[in-house]
T-cell receptor, first 110, second 115 residues
Framework: EDQVTQSPEALRLQEGESSSLNCSYTVSGLRGLFWYRQDPGKGPEFLFTLYSAGEEKEKERLKATLTKKESFLHITAPKPEDSATYLCAVPGGNNRKLIWGLGTSLAVNP | DGGITQSPKYLFRKEGQNVTLSCEQNLNHDAMYWYRQDPGQGLRLIYYSQIVNDFQKGDIAEGYSVSREKKESFPLTVTSAQKNPTAFYLC??????????????FGPGTRLLVL
């Protein structure tokens, strides 16, 4: 069964303390992976699409990487405004639906 | 500005009442989706529609109904058969260009509460 697992469930960092979030998946024939950011009480905001293993994308303090088994979201020198829940998702078998992880809740303390 | 709008932001339902959540998009997207989000359970798909006048059940369709009469609109009705409707409801849309990976874009959500 296709599945997406995110770890850790929650992460608390000090401002400037870099770290990584993990998204591992078991799907037949990976066709890519999405990362989203969600603030409390709001809809998810699109961050990145990674299409194939080895691909990397960056946006400000965020860098997403993809291997054949997992993706990492690296956060470099985070700021309090980076506090949010980060979600990853992969296309399901028929490409019409996404399979979602439960997310990592990130808190960055000033 | 192109985007997805959901209304209302908060909705209160009385026992035995049907309520309808609105979702409108002006992105010219063909596909639209409804998700339910509960604490600790992530995003669960209720219904989706790839094209006007066609829609499919997602993973938790029981107690919900939808219509897709216009490309821009995909309203969700929470019926009295849905016994635990309290949740955050999210609408999303995407292009269907034939590529495997078209991004889903989300609206701001509607929080449904039971009185």
């Amino acid at each position: 069964e296709d599945q997406v697992t995110q770890s850790p469930e929650a992460l608390r960092l000090q401002e400037g303390e870099s770290s990584s979030l993990n998204c591992s998946y078991t799907v037949s024939g990976l066709r890519g992976l999405f990362w989203y950011r969600q603030d409390p009480g709001k809809g998810p905001e699109f961050l990145f699409t990674l299409y194939s293993a080895g691909e990397e994308k960056e946006k400000e303090r965020l860098k997403a990487t993809l291997t054949k088994k997992e993706s990492f979201l690296h956060i470099t020198a985070p700021k309090p405004e980076d506090s949010a829940t980060y979600l990853c998702a992969v296309p399901g078998g028929n490409n019409r639906k996404l399979i979602w992880g439960l997310g990592t809740s990130l808190a960055v303390n000033p | 500005d192109g985007g997805i709008t959901q209304s209302p932001k908060y909705l209160f339902r009385k026992e035995g009442q049907n309520v309808t959540l609105s979702c409108e998009q002006n992105l010219n997207h063909d596909a639209m989706y409804w998700y339910r989000q509960d604490p600790g359970q992530g995003l669960r798909l209720i219904y989706y529609s790839q094209i006007v006048n066609d829609f499919q059940k997602g993973d938790i369709a029981e107690g919900y109904s939808v219509s897709r009469e216009k490309k821009e609109s995909f309203p969700l009705t929470v019926t009295s058969a849905q016994k635990n409707p309290t949740a955050f409801y999210l609408c999303a849309s995407r292009r269907t260009s034939g590529r495997a990976l078209e991004t889903q874009y989300f609206g701001p959500g509607t929080r449904l509460l039971v009185l």
